[in-house]
Structure formats: C-alpha cells, structure tokens
C-alpha cells in the first residue's frame, strides 16, 4: 500500500484527463459528456466526504472557530 497509494494518486487523473482527449479525438460531443460525469461523481464525491466531516465534529455544521465556540458556550449554560 505504500508503493501503491502514491501511483493511484499520479495515474488515475492523468487516465482521466488521457480519456478526456481520446474522447474529443472521437468526437466533441463525447468529451463533453464525459466531463459532465466527471463533475457529477465528483460532486457526489465530494458532498460524501463533506458529510463525513460534518458527522465527526457532531453534527454541527463546519464554520469559523469563533461560532463554534459560541454555540458550545451557549449550550452549557442552558445546561446549568
């Protein structure tokens, strides 16, 4: 994994931007849809991890410090 993880990393995006060019050389209209798949898994992709993140920091939505900050204090003193 540690050879591997590296060479999954350079490859896979020039595989993709390599099949994007193929793609034109076939015809405009087929890079065209391929890129607009690309943006969509990416997308998915990316609302995924955005999520993940969002669960470990207990739900609350990523901001600034301060906000954060805020929300706990008012928090523990409807506690008290």
Do not use: F
């Amino acid at each position: 994994m540690r050879i591997a993880k590296p060479i999954l990393s350079v490859t896979t995006p020039v595989g993709v931007a390599w099949g994007l060019v193929e793609a034109w050389r076939v015809g405009p209209w087929l890079a065209a849809l391929m890129a607009a798949l690309i943006a969509v898994v990416g997308s998915l992709v990316y609302m995924t991890w955005r999520r993940i993140r969002q669960e470990q920091c207990g739900g609350r939505p990523a901001g600034n410090g301060k906000a954060n900050a805020d929300a706990r204090a008012s928090a523990g003193s409807k506690r008290r």
